[in-house]
T-cell receptor, first 112, second 114 residues
Framework: AQSVAQPEDQVNVAEGNPLTVKCTYSVSGNPYLFWYVQYPNRGLQFLLK??????LVKGSYGFEAEFNKSQTSFHLKKPSALVSDSALYFCAVRDRAGKSTFGDGTTLTVKP | GAGVSQSPSNKVTEKGKDVELRCDPI?????LYWYRQSLGQGLEFLIY????????KSGLPSDRFSAERTGGSVSTLTIQRTQQEDSAVYLC????????????FGPGTRLTVT
């Protein structure tokens, strides 16, 4: 069975500093990996995906994620955090049949 | 264009009653997903419809839960004999055949069972 782990419930960073939100996964075969963001009082939004190709994937709002096969990780990163990035972030893995498994989420707080 | 819509946005029901939650996916999207998000929890997969294929029901927590998708479009999630532990936000998502890996989520239905 596939699984996703987000080891940090909460990540706090100062505005302007780089941020990393961690994600590790377990899946049979090649992974399809995703990050979604949930802003307060709003629905989930797709941020970025890794299907194949370059290990560094760029997505919306300046976010990027690095796929590391040997470490089975897909950490979300941004070089310079904004207060408006404060939200709940979910990592997800999808199997070939289309079923997606989400992590428990990480709350990112960016302080001015 | 219009996104995924869900109704009602909020539903309060008494324990033991049945409820129906509706999802209207983005027009033309062939895949539809239901998830449950409990307070302070991550997303829990419930069921997945893809075109005319048999749905993946592996995430439904009990036989009180069922879902239908009529005409390949609108879906209804039904919870029978609701329990307090069913209280959660129920999210629907859809994706297109061309961009099957990108799910677009609706705003959710907040279900409270008293």
């Amino acid at each position: 069975a596939q699984s996703v782990a987000q080891p940090e419930d909460q990540v706090n960073v100062a505005e302007g500093n780089p941020l990393t939100v961690k994600c590790t996964y377990s899946v049979s075969g090649n992974p399809y990996l995703f990050w979604y963001v949930q802003y307060p009082n709003r629905g989930l939004q797709f941020l970025l995906k890794y299907i194949t190709g370059d290990n560094l994937v760029k997505g919306s709002y300046g976010f990027e994620a690095e796929f590391n096969k040997s470490q089975t990780s897909f950490h979300l990163k941004k070089p310079s955090a904004l207060v408006s990035d404060s939200a709940l972030y979910f990592c997800a893995v999808r199997d070939r049949a289309g079923k997606s498994t989400f992590g428990d989420g990480t709350t990112l707080t960016v302080k001015p | 264009g219009a996104g995924v819509s869900q109704s009602p946005s909020n539903k309060v029901t008494e324990k033991g009653k049945d409820v129906e939650l509706r999802c209207d996916p983005i027009s033309g999207h062939t895949a539809l997903y239901w998830y449950r998000q409990s307070l302070g929890q991550g997303l829990e997969f419930l069921i997945y419809f893809q075109g005319n294929s048999a749905p993946d029901k592996s995430g439904l927590p009990s036989d009180r839960f069922s879902a239908e998708r009529t005409g390949g479009s609108v879906s209804t999630l039904t919870i029978q004999r609701t329990q307090q532990e069913d209280s959660a936000v129920y999210l629907c998502a859809s994706s297109s055949r061309d961009r099957v890996f990108e799910q677009y989520f609706g705003p959710g239905t907040r279900l409270t069972v008293t």
